[in-house]
């Protein structure tokens, strides 16, 4: 039978719109992947957040740096000498909430076969001369 140019052109347009019609269901399936995931960590987040309610900002303050600081160390005996390479990372933020938003950022971290991430301190505040300093001794 002979193929005519119209049936190519039907034939290609068919192909391409199930292309299309496939890319558009894996968009949809990854973007509620998307939303299921933020859903799980709004409700880690709020009860996290529950549970501290009833404290003072400056006794929540206590309570999360009591909770982080076995997760970093802060004194040079403290530190653990290897031979890996170790970025270590000085957070500071201008309110406590994008601290700890930095914070669950670099916990996401995933390369720790190429490069270690230490967290070298967790500090509200300007940058100053100190913080400096401390990045160039870690």
């Known amino acids: 039978t002979p193929v005519f140019p119209s049936d190519l052109c039907r034939a290609r ?12 269901q894996k968009l949809q399936e990854e973007q509620g992947a998307i939303e299921n995931k933020q859903k799980l960590h ?11 309610e009833h404290l003072t900002w400056r006794q929540r303050k206590r309570v999360k740096y009591k ?34 938003t930095l914070l669950n950022i670099v916990d996401s971290y ?12 967790l500090r509200v505040g300007d940058i100053s001369e100190n913080d400096v300093n401390m990045a160039l001794k870690d």
């Open 13 to 24: 347009e068919v192909t391409e719109w199930r292309s299309y019609e496939e890319e558009l």
């Open 67 to 100: 909770a982080n600081r076995t997760q970093y160390a802060t004194r040079p005996s403290e530190k653990i000498q290897s031979d890996e390479p170790c970025l270590p990372i000085i957070i500071k933020g201008d309110v406590d909430g994008s601290v700890e």
């Open 42 to 52: 709004l409700e880690e987040y709020r009860k996290e957040r529950a549970g501290l």
């Open 110 to 121: 995933e390369a720790e076969q190429q490069c270690s991430a230490r967290r070298a301190a």
